[in-house]
């Protein structure tokens, strides 16, 4: 297996996993039944950092659709070297990072995470494109 698709399915797999944190806070805040039912009006808010979790979550999956199909294409396109591994490895631990700082409420070391991502991003487009 290639680097480039092992970290496309690392961050597939963390991606799928950062809805746990503010369930887990929903749970703390309403219970487990209100939890499983339908949302209200009147449901108890989350917690601020819960919030949070959410926009970073629906960041990262917004951002895993652009990602994704680069680092496939790196690999279909038999593009894929050093820099593009590393690259998308720098992605995963960028998007990891962007969603414990979103998490915890830093927003300039959480601009500074996503912009990481972006670039990566850009790598991998150039790449395919043929221009890097």
């Not at 209200?40 to 994704?68: C, M, Q, T, Y």
């Not at 294409?73 to 414990?100: E, K, P, Q």
């Amino acid at each position: 297996m290639s680097q480039e698709i092992f970290w496309l399915a690392a961050t597939a797999l963390m991606t799928a996993v950062f809805w746990i944190p503010y369930v887990l806070n929903r749970m703390a805040a309403r219970g487990l039944m209100r939890t499983l039912g339908n949302p209200e009006e009147n449901d108890a808010p989350h917690a601020a950092w819960a919030e949070r979790s959410i926009k970073a979550h629906r960041n990262g999956i917004e951002n895993f659709v652009i990602f994704a199909p680069l680092a496939l294409s790196v690999v279909v396109l038999g593009n894929g070297d050093s820099l593009t591994a590393t690259a998308c490895m720098i992605y995963f631990f960028a998007r990891l990072a962007h969603f414990v700082v979103y998490t915890a409420g830093i927003p300039g070391l959480r601009t500074i995470c996503f912009t990481v991502g972006w670039i990566v991003q850009a790598v991998l487009a150039l790449r395919v494109m043929g221009i890097m």
